[in-house]
């Protein structure tokens, strides 16, 4: 076969890039040697594998480096953040969670439950109450009518057009059919919202103590949560200085959740603000879930009352009308967002069941049904305060709002997990320890799903192990 | 501040390191400039982008290369991974999905019903059967009685034990209860077994004409589907052969779904078994969506009866029971596997609805049902392929079971594309274009969810366009 000159010159060139391609993964093996002879050494001094400010500067250095020689920023990222792991590896580190599951002791719960153990469930996030009526009779309808097919992933457009009144009845605002979409359930909405902002070996802020999911999508999608730590001394306020601080070369979002789960905390609006002017002037994408809306007891902001210039707002159906069961939530951000955010519905799930999202809008319609779900909830905050204000082994904050309550034992070196254990094994009282919420282990989070009586005797079987 | 001895050799090796990092960097901008250059060479020549040949022999080095110098496989298979997409975007090539989604269409046509416009849904991959009354029954009756709550991410007990008598039933397979899962219906089947399996950089086979959705996970992922490409002169069926020549070292699964999606073929035992034996013998996981098991008019091999060392068989409730609607499937494999599709379930959704469960363990149960679908889409198969003998403008293989027609225009140059625009604006029928399925612009699919008296008319209008 005769080569033409364009075909010698380009078999010329794939042979350069194959030698530069092996080049690179020699490259990689010599500073995975390196990596190792670091990591004996920080075993032998004692000192952590990760640090924090050497990851920053590197993270730094290869988006210069990227910018200077045509490397697209996200191909950099994606190798830095491989290089990293490959670290790790060779150190010894487990890429692992690091966070109990609140999910692993549920699992067991229910398994006990099934053996026959009557169990007081302090650790389940999800309310007692039950759904509207006239949501379950319009699920019902729906069923018999044959409301059984596929539906367009953003959802049934009777749906979106209910929730864009919806959020103009109750927050004043104005979402264009195309910038809301129905999600299956919360955990979706946070799934795909997190996944369409944040890319493989970026970051993204988020406020402990906080509900696992999102440093769990985070890890999983090869992105990096960092984490601002609040404390009970600070009644679980973050500190502006600090998230502004925080935000590194790769960041591009931040999680805002409140009513917090597990604290119960409302930032005020200025705070809320502040973190929002933060965002606006590093460009990142603000994630506000908004679960417990419903369930504050003092104003709580929302990012759709915000300056924010990116934001996305994740809801849920879950909490306010009592529909854990049904999965459905929804979302609000910008078209472009939203269309990612569809576009993974489509791969992954089609569509919310069609029946469900006819229940969704009566739900919308059922605003007697959450105001009574947050009064009693009121009542229950105010009750198992003032119990465990009987309880002088614990400290705790009031909650603002939300559905749980976060109290720390007073004890040196208490460790919640062993005490879940033991509070399950011998008084059948479940709580979800707080290293399931970060780095808590003195603290545990009661969960107020249950009827205040209940609610109360959990308490008082706490406060007898505690002695 | 005095530095120990450990502290300077380790800032030294971090210095080192972040040189490295950076050389790395260095090494992929100068592979960029020569993709670029290559890129202009094979524009001047017409050639292609994408050569198959030159990135498996890039694999194979890598994987030699990452093995020699100590660097995992799935980190060199990552890190070729994006220097491949670099190289792509510095040539200008399009890292996109390259087929047409049937979803695009769907939702343009409800779009069109909405506003009133009456069409004959040829489009649809979703029986017109009503569920089964005691599916329905089943799913208020859980409603009324509060079976609203979140369930445990595998599925309530209740029904993955009825998964099991009904895998034994009717497959005589024995599935122990951590080896089956409750999925968000047969895409989140699809998309956790395809995710739990292959990589970044991994590569599974593929056999076209298909569903897009094991292509479009793949690409989601930053996996590589390698295509099988079937043709009608074939009678769609697949050469043993071309898969086994089709392994890369990459490869890591085969996907098979028989009956298939669009073409309707049925592969015999022999050529099933055949398949699976390459999969073996390269440790390929099997992952078997069996959607259309009922819809089966010749003997239809299942993975469950093969030889196949690991698999994983996606079911759904969908088809069988016509319960698209509803969002739940199921897939079985090994607990291993199950296990990582677990934590996907865990992270993004859960669990399915709980009442819905209740629902599909009835479904079950509805075996007459079953029967009755699948007598009557065998019924429409027989109508509409009699319809299409009397058309000389288009050729077509009589399906063994699912419920679509692939027929393909015998007019050279023929686009299914444009024509299906043209059917849907003259005529108001809806088909999905072949090019949904693979390289097939000649071929549309015609699906059978509609009574026989709107297919036949449907086909009759096809057959008047056509001329």
């Known amino acids: 076969m005769i080569e033409t000159e364009e075909e010698a010159e380009l078999k010329e060139l794939r042979e350069q890039i194959a030698k530069t391609t092996i080049e690179l993964m020699r490259l990689v093996g010599e500073r995975n040697s390196l990596a190792s002879k670091a990591g004996k050494l920080k075993s032998r001094a004692a000192l952590p594998i990760d640090n924090e400010q050497v990851e920053d500067s590197l993270v730094s250095a290869v988006m210069a480096e990227c910018s200077r020689v045509g490397v697209s920023r996200s191909a950099g990222l994606k190798i830095l953040n491989t290089l990293l792991s490959e670290s790790k590896r060779v150190q010894g580190g487990a890429a692992g969670k690091g966070v109990e599951s609140p999910m692993g002791a549920f699992a067991k719960a229910k398994e006990m439950e099934r053996l026959g153990k009557k169990l007081i469930r302090l650790d389940v996030g999800e309310p007692d109450f039950k759904p509207p009526r006239a949501v379950v009779e319009a699920c019902c309808d729906a069923l018999l009518s044959s409301k059984t097919r596929y539906t367009m992933p ?13 959020l103009k009845r109750k927050s004043g605002y104005d979402a264009n059919e195309d910038e809301v979409i129905v999600t299956t359930g919360g955990r979706f909405a946070i799934y795909s919202a997190i996944a369409a902002v944040v890319g493989e070996g970026e970051s993204a802020i988020v406020i402990d103590p906080n509900w696992p999911a999102y440093k769990d999508t985070l890890r999983q999608i090869g992105a990096k949560p960092t984490i601002i730590r609040t404390t009970l001394e600070d009644s679980w306020a973050p500190s502006v200085e600090k998230i502004a601080e925080a935000v590194r070369p790769n960041t591009t979002a ?50 759709l009352h915000s300056k924010a210039k990116q934001f996305i707002l994740a809801g849920t159906f879950s909490k306010s009308w009592s529909m854990t069961g049904f999965r459905v939530g929804y979302a609000v951000s910008s078209k472009h967002v939203v269309d990612k955010m569809l576009d993974m519905t489509s791969l992954m799930l089609t569509s919310v069941p069609e029946f469900i999202q006819y229940g969704a809008i009566k739900a919308l319609e059922s605003e007697a049904v959450v105001e009574t779900n947050s009064r009693t909830m009121k009542e229950r905050i105010e009750a198992v305060s003032k119990e465990l204000d009987g309880l002088d082994t614990l400290e705790y904050i009031k909650p603002d709002g939300a559905m749980y309550i976060f109290p720390r034992a007073k004890q040196q070196g208490f460790s919640a997990s062993a005490f879940a254990t033991k509070l399950l094994e011998e008084k059948s009282v479940n709580v979800t320890p707080g290293t399931a919420f970060g780095e808590y282990q003195n603290s545990f989070r009661v969960s107020l799903g249950q009827p205040k009586e209940v609610l109360l005797e959990g308490v008082r079987r706490i406060g007898a192990l505690l002695g």
Chains 1, 2 share one sequence.
């Open 154 to 166: 953003r959802g049934i457009p009777e749906l979106t057009s209910a929730l864009q009144g919806y």
């Open 254 to 303: 931040i999680v805002l959740s409140y009513p917090n789960n597990p604290s119960g905390k409302i930032i005020g609006s200025d705070t809320f603000n502040a973190i929002v002017d933060v965002a606006n002037d590093h460009n990142l994408t603000v994630i506000s879930d908004e679960a417990y809306v419903d369930y504050a007891y003092k104003d709580c902001p929302s990012v």
